[in-house]
């Protein structure tokens, strides 16, 4: 059984920094991908930062490259999404999901574990 716990979300000002936090448990990624996904009300769920566990390859959606980070700590089994100059239409609910394979995709059919979610809700 794999589980993975999503932190960090909470409410913030525009132009604003969060940092979210993954925790998986129950198996460890050594070689696998991890990556973010968001999905805001009424609004198919999107493809946000990805990341190959012990590779330095990442992948951003061209919503977020140059505000966002996504990093990893393979020691902690641990993934984190560095968040800055957040704006309103960064509001949703952020999921981490995980790959049983090593390469990152941007289909969230790609990937095999999920987390529950952490919201992020930015106002201007």
């Known amino acids: 059984q794999v589980q993975l716990v999503e932190s960090g979300g909470r409410l913030v000002q525009a132009g604003g920094s969060l940092r979210l936090t993954c925790a998986a448990s129950?198996?460890?990624?050594?070689?696998?991908?991890m990556g973010w996904f968001r999905q805001a009300p009424g609004k198919e769920r999107e493809f946000v930062a990805g990341?190959?566990?012990?590779?330095?390859?990442?992948v951003y959606a061209d919503s977020v490259k140059g505000r966002f980070t996504i990093s990893r700590d393979n020691a902690k089994n641990t993934v984190y999404l560095q968040m800055n100059s957040l704006k309103p239409e960064d509001t949703a609910a952020y999921s981490c999901?995980?790959?049983?394979?090593?390469?990152?995709?941007?289909?969230?059919?790609?990937?095999?574990?999920w987390g529950q979610g952490t919201q992020v809700t930015v106002f201007s």
């Open positions: 129950g198996r460890t990624f050594s070689s696998n991908a």
């Open positions: 999901a995980a790959r049983s394979s090593g390469n990152v995709v941007t289909g969230a059919s790609g990937y095999d574990y």
């Open positions: 990341i190959k566990w012990t590779g330095s390859g990442t």
